[in-house]
């Protein structure tokens, strides 16, 4: 089956490339006032832990977050000192929103550092009150995230998130609470749970319509190898055999009311989407186990919170790792996630990367017209319905293989 082939090969290839040179040759290039670069900040602290997610997050403790969040401030600081500067900014978790003071300060702190004309901050359900929402937009919040996963009860018992976040309804109810406050209000939601019926997941689809917010973002579920045990246990074997059925299911109920901003992404009007790697083509990593990618550079920070405090209060940078992608690398990179954002110019690649760019390219291209997932028109390559899902599953992988990354580096640290 094509779908399959397609998960293991981006598999295989993601994996690869996440193979990173550790030491002192973790070094950023060299810092530009270019525009078109993001400042992805990661706060790793959390109410309660999700047993599917192997992001970088630890259990909330006020104390070491204050210091984290100052740490935060001072390595934006030291990105500015290096000449960088940045025009938007997403804070990612974790939940960011758990300190709302510490995250007024550092949003402060990063639009008097930086030209910044958008930001985007995730949260969960619990802190949609009036008071958070007035903080965020008073420190220019354009758009909010919302961590709700599913709004079916069943599933948020099993997930853990029932008692931590409020029921199906308490969330409808704070959603619809929260419209109006920025220009973009997201829904972030899950969907190929082991438990998780076409029946759940229409009714999940029936409240977001309902709700009329204005973005929704439906992400595969994705398991990484530390994770997969506890998913296994708490929520059922994952089953992949039903995921393009879901994202079919998804697609079609929500496309009459929406329109596909990436391959999972749907907005009611234009509005910055959640994947950050689709608008921009150079992100900063700040924040403990944050990955960047700068100028062809990937790296990463500690994944170690105590060190990454200690070494920003010696005004070092907290740089774990780094790989340098070759020029395929960094062409087929692009391919990939412009492509996630549904349409890919050839000319502003060749630009880019010059006419030897389709040398490299031409395999991709080739096999992916051949299977129908990709059409040809005005210079430009679109996904094709059949290209979205085939989309879905890469970048499933693609973070996937970024979560292995990520487990690989706590084992090795012995976090």
């Known amino acids: 089956m094509i779908e399959e082939l397609i998960a293991k090969t981006a598999r295989r290839e993601f994996s690869r490339a996440m193979r990173f040179e550790e030491g002192s040759g973790a070094l950023l290039p060299r810092g530009t006032e270019e525009s078109g670069r993001l400042l992805y900040l990661h706060v790793p602290f959390c109410e309660s832990l999700c047993t599917y997610c192997s992001f970088n997050r630890v259990l909330f403790d006020e104390s070491l977050?204050?210091?984290?969040?100052?740490?935060?401030?001072?390595?934006?600081?030291?990105?500015?000192?290096?000449?960088?500067?940045?025009?938007?900014?997403?804070?990612?978790?974790?939940?960011?929103?758990?300190?709302m003071d510490e995250l007024e300060e550092t949003l402060s702190h990063a639009r008097v550092s930086f030209k910044i004309r958008e930001i985007s901050v995730e949260t969960n359900p619990n802190h949609l009150t009036g008071e958070n929402l007035e903080v965020l937009r008073r420190a220019g919040v354009n758009r909010l995230s919302v961590g709700i996963q599913s709004f079916d009860d069943g599933l948020l018992k099993a997930m853990g998130r029932y008692n931590s976040y409020g029921s199906g309804s308490e969330i409808r109810e704070r959603l619809i609470n929260a419209k109006g406050y920025f220009d973009t209000l997201n829904a972030d939601m899950i969907f190929n749970f082991p438990l998780q019926t076409g029946e759940t997941l229409e009714r999940d689809i029936d409240i977001l319509r309902e709700t009329e917010v204005d973005q929704v973002t439906y992400y595969p579920l994705m398991v990484s190898d530390s994770t997969r045990s506890a998913v296994e246990r708490?929520?059922?074997?994952?089953?992949?055999?039903?995921?393009?059925?879901?994202?079919?299911?998804?697609?079609?109920?929500?496309?009459?009311?929406?329109?596909?901003?990436?391959?999972?992404?749907?907005?009611?009007?234009?509005?910055?989407?959640?994947?950050?790697?689709?608008?921009?083509?150079?992100?900063?990593?700040?924040?403990?186990?944050?990955?960047?990618?700068?100028?062809?550079?990937?790296?990463?920070?500690?994944?170690?919170?105590?060190?990454?405090?200690?070494?920003?209060?010696?005004?070092?940078?907290?740089?774990?790792?780094?790989?340098?992608?070759?020029?395929?690398?960094?062409?087929?990179?692009?391919?990939?996630?412009k492509l996630f954002g549904m349409d890919l110019s050839l000319d502003s690649l060749a630009e880019k990367y010059g006419r030897r760019t389709f040398v490299y390219l031409f395999p991709d291209i080739a096999a992916f017209l051949c299977a129908g997932g990709l059409r040809y028109s005005e210079g430009a390559l679109h996904l094709t319905g059949r290209g979205r899902y085939y989309w879905v599953i890469m970048m499933r992988e693609f973070f996937t293989a970024v979560n292995n990354f990520r487990d690989f580096c706590l084992n090795a640290r012995g976090v």
Not at 86 to 95: D, K, L, R
Not at 243 to 263: C, K, V, W
Not at 279 to 301: E, F, P, Q, V, W
Not at 308 to 321: C, N, Q
Request: proline share 3%.
């Open 65 to 99: 977050c204050r210091h984290y969040f100052a740490a935060l401030r001072k390595e934006m600081s030291l990105y500015r000192e290096k000449g960088y500067n940045f025009q938007g900014i997403y804070v990612g978790g974790g939940t960011p929103t758990v300190l």
């Open 234 to 337: 708490t929520l059922g074997r994952v089953d992949y055999t039903k995921e393009r059925d879901f994202y079919r299911l998804i697609s079609g109920r929500l496309t009459p009311h929406y329109r596909f901003s990436s391959a999972w992404c749907f907005s009611r009007k234009d509005a910055i989407i959640d994947e950050y790697i689709v608008d921009y083509d150079d992100y900063a990593g700040l924040g403990s186990g944050s990955i960047g990618y700068l100028d062809g550079r990937c790296y990463a920070n500690t994944f170690y919170i105590p060190e990454y405090i200690e070494r920003l209060e010696r005004g070092e940078l907290p740089l774990m790792a780094s790989r340098d992608f070759s020029l395929q690398d960094r062409i087929r990179y692009d391919f990939v996630m």
